[in-house]
C-alpha cells in the first residue's frame, strides 16, 4: 500500500474490513507522530486525511519541474542523537529519516539596514549577542537563563498534559505549575524587566514569525521554547520535508495501520457517553477503541454534538473565545539556475523595517491594502538538502513568507478554491511584485533567474487546513491559550484524545510533543519516559 491511499480505493478492496485499535482524524505531524508510537506499541492504526496528500504543513508539492515545502522550513535538535525529538524521530521513522545540518548560522535578523546572525551553540549565540550589544551583557545572561528554566519546567508540564486532570498527583502538579510562571506573561514583558535595548529586544525576537505572534501578545513560553529548540543549530531532512510524511507512514503501515487520503471524516461518532468511531463523508461509520483528532480542537469540537458529553457547549464557547494565530502569504519561487551558480547562503532571514516590531505592525495594520508588509522570512530549500542537486540538477528554488492582514482576504473567504475573483488575483499579483522585491534586495544574484512563482494566501490554509483566518499554528500563542487546562491528551468525551500542536506548542516539533502526549494518554504509558529509557 502507497503512503497516500485513497480511501475509496481501500474501502473498496476490503482494506478496511479488519479491526483497527485506533482511528487518527489528520495526518500532520501531530496525527502521524501519534499513529505512528501506537503502532511501535502493537496498536493497528488507521489515519484519516481529507485532502488528497498526506503530510499537513510537512507535505510537498510540484509544479513545472520544480518542488517546494508546504511549510517547514529548518528543524532544531535532530543532529543530537541524544535529544528528546531526535529519540522521538527516530521512534517513529524506524531511522528511515536523514538530516542534514545546517550552516553554523542558521536565522539572521535584519532590522532595517542592520544585521544580526544567529550562530549554533548557546554558549557560542550568547556571546555573539554580547558582542553586538556589550553593555547588555548581563541582560543576556539573564535571557539564556531563562530560557533554560522555562523549557525545564515544559517538561513536566506537558507530560501531565497526557493524564486526566483529576489523576495528576500533588506533586506533578506543582512541579508542572512551575511552567505557568513563563507563559503567563508575554515575551515583551519578559524582556522589558531585562533591558530598555529596543534594538536587543527585537533581535531576540526577529523570528517571532516561528510562532506567528507578535511579542506584545506572543507567551514567553513559546518563545523560550522555540529559541530552546534552534540554538544548538538546525538542520534540514534530506529529500525535502516530504519525507517526514513517507517515514512516519511506513511505520504505520508496518504495525498493520494505514494512512488514507481522500478520506473527509464528517463527525464523531458517540455512544453511551463514549467515542466509538468516525463516520466519513460518504455515511460508513468506523469504529475504533480510540478516536484521536489531530485536526484542531476547535475543528474536533465541531465534529461533537452539544449534547454528547456534559460541559461540551461551554468548551466550544471557550475555544473561539481564543484568538487565532498571525496569517502569512507565502511566494514559492523556482529558479532557472542552482545554488552552487548562483552562490546561494542557506542561512534564513528575517526582514524587519524597523526595531519597534509592535509598530511595524500597527502601522501596517492601518491600511494594509497600500503598506509594506512588515516581516519577511526567506529560506532556501534546495541550498540545504543535499540530495537537491541530484533530483532537480541546474534549478533552484525560494520561499518568501510575509506577514499580512486577515481584512485583505476576508471579502474572498466564501469564494471557492481556483474559482476566485479577478480581484483577489490583483491582490496576489500586488502581494507577489513586493515579496519579489524583497528577493531582488538579498539575492540581486537571482535577477532574470526567476522562471516560477506561486502565492499562497491565507484562503489556501482555510482550505486545506481547515482553519478559519488562514491560522496554519492554529490558537494564538498567547498567555490565555496556554491557562487552558482543558486542552491536553485525554478529551471530553470518554474515548476521545486531542493530538498536534494544540495539546503543546507551535510548529512542526511542537505538533509532534502533542502526539507524543496523545500517544501517552491512549495507551496509558509515560512515552516520555519510554524514550529517555
Avoid at 550589544?133 to 513536566?156: C, H, K, Q, S
Avoid at 541550498?383 to 486577515?406: E, F, N, Q, V
Amino acid at each position: 500500500m502507497t503512503a497516500d491511499a485513497s480511501y475509496k480505493r481501500q474501502r473498496a478492496s476490503g482494506a478496511l474490513d479488519g479491526a483497527f485499535d485506533a482511528i487518527v482524524i489528520g495526518s500532520g505531524a501531530g496525527g502521524l507522530t501519534t499513529a505512528a508510537l501506537l503502532a511501535t506499541e502493537g496498536k493497528r492504526t488507521l489515519v484519516l486525511e481529507r485532502h488528497a496528500v498526506a503530510g499537513g504543513c510537512t507535505q510537498v508539492f510540484k509544479r513545472n519541474g520544480f518542488e517546494w515545502d508546504a511549510g517547514l522550513h529548518y528543524m532544531g535538535e535532530v543532529h543530537r542523537a541524544s535529544s528528546g525529538l531526535a529519540r522521538l524521530f527516530d521512534r517513529v521513522t524506524g531511522g528511515r529519516l536523514a538530516w542534514a545540518p545546517m550552516p553554523d548560522v542558521y536565522n539572521r535578523i535584519v532590522i532595517g539596514d542592520r544585521s544580526y546572525d544567529y550562530v549554533s551553540g548557546t554558549g557560542r549565540f550568547r556571546e555573539r549577542m554580547k558582542d553586538y550589544f556589550p553593555r547588555e551583557a548581563g541582560a543576556i545572561d539573564a535571557y539564556v537563563d531563562l530560557i533554560v528554566g522555562a523549557n525545564r519546567a515544559a517538561r513536566t508540564h506537558f507530560a501531565n498534559r497526557a493524564l486526566p486532570a483529576d489523576l495528576i498527583s500533588a506533586e506533578r502538579a506543582s512541579a508542572g505549575a512551575a511552567f505557568l510562571d513563563y507563559s503567563s506573561r508575554t515575551v515583551l514583558e519578559v524582556l522589558k524587566d531585562l533591558t530598555s535595548d529596543q534594538e536587543l529586544t527585537a533581535v531576540l525576537c526577529g523570528h517571532y514569525g516561528d510562532y506567528a505572534l507578535l511579542p506584545s501578545k506572543a507567551s514567553f513560553a513559546v518563545h523560550a521554547m522555540v529559541i530552546k529548540h534552534y540554538i544548538e543549530g538546525a538542520s534540514y531532512p534530506v529529500g525535502g520535508s516530504g519525507r517526514i510524511a513517507e517515514t512516519m507512514s511506513e511505520t504505520i503501515r508496518d504495525g498493520g495501520g494505514c494512512v488514507l487520503v481522500a478520506a473527509e471524516v464528517r463527525r464523531i461518532v458517540v455512544r453511551n457517553g463514549g467515542a466509538i468511531g468516525v463516520e466519513m463523508a460518504d455515511g460508513e461509520i468506523i469504529e475504533a477503541p480510540a478516536i484521536i483528532s489531530a485536526a484542531g480542537i476547535d475543528q474536533t469540537l465541531g465534529m461533537l454534538a452539544d449534547d454528547d458529553a456534559p460541559g461540551l457547549a461551554g468548551l466550544k464557547a471557550k475555544s473561539q473565545l481564543l484568538r487565532p494565530s498571525q496569517c502569512y502569504v507565502m511566494l514559492n519561487i523556482g529558479l532557472s539556475a542552482s545554488n552552487d551558480e548562483l552562490g546561494m547562503d542557506p542561512a534564513n532571514v528575517w526582514a524587519h523595517p524597523g526595531a519597534d516590531l509592535v509598530a511595524n505592525w500597527e502601522r501596517f495594520a492601518e491600511a494594509p491594502a497600500s503598506r509594506p508588509m512588515p516581516l519577511h522570512f526567506i529560506s532556501q530549500p534546495s541550498a540545504k538538502d543535499p540530495s537537491w542537486p541530484a533530483r532537480y540538477p541546474g534549478r533552484s528554488t525560494i520561499d518568501i513568507c510575509s506577514l499580512t492582514h486577515w481584512d485583505l482576504f476576508a471579502p474572498f473567504a466564501q469564494s471557492d478554491w481556483k474559482r476566485r475573483s479577478a480581484d483577489y488575483e490583483e491582490l496576489k499579483a500586488r502581494l507577489s511584485a513586493e515579496m519579489l522585491a524583497e528577493i531582488d534586495r538579498f539575492y540581486p544574484q537571482t535577477r532574470g533567474k526567476v522562471v516560477h512563482a506561486e502565492l499562497a494566501t491565507p484562503l489556501s490554509f482555510n482550505h486545506f487546513l481547515g482553519r478559519r483566518q488562514g491560522d496554519f499554528m492554529s490558537y494564538a500563542q498567547t498567555p490565555e491559550r496556554f491557562a487552558q487546562g482543558w486542552m491536553r491528551g485525554p478529551g471530553p468525551v470518554r474515548g476521545l484524545f486531542f493530538s498536534g500542536q494544540d495539546v503543546a506548542g507551535a510548529g512542526v516539533s511542537g505538533a509532534m510533543v502533542g502526539g507524543l502526549i496523545a500517544a501517552s494518554a491512549v495507551l496509558g504509558k509515560d512515552m516520555f519516559q519510554a524514550l529517555r529509557g
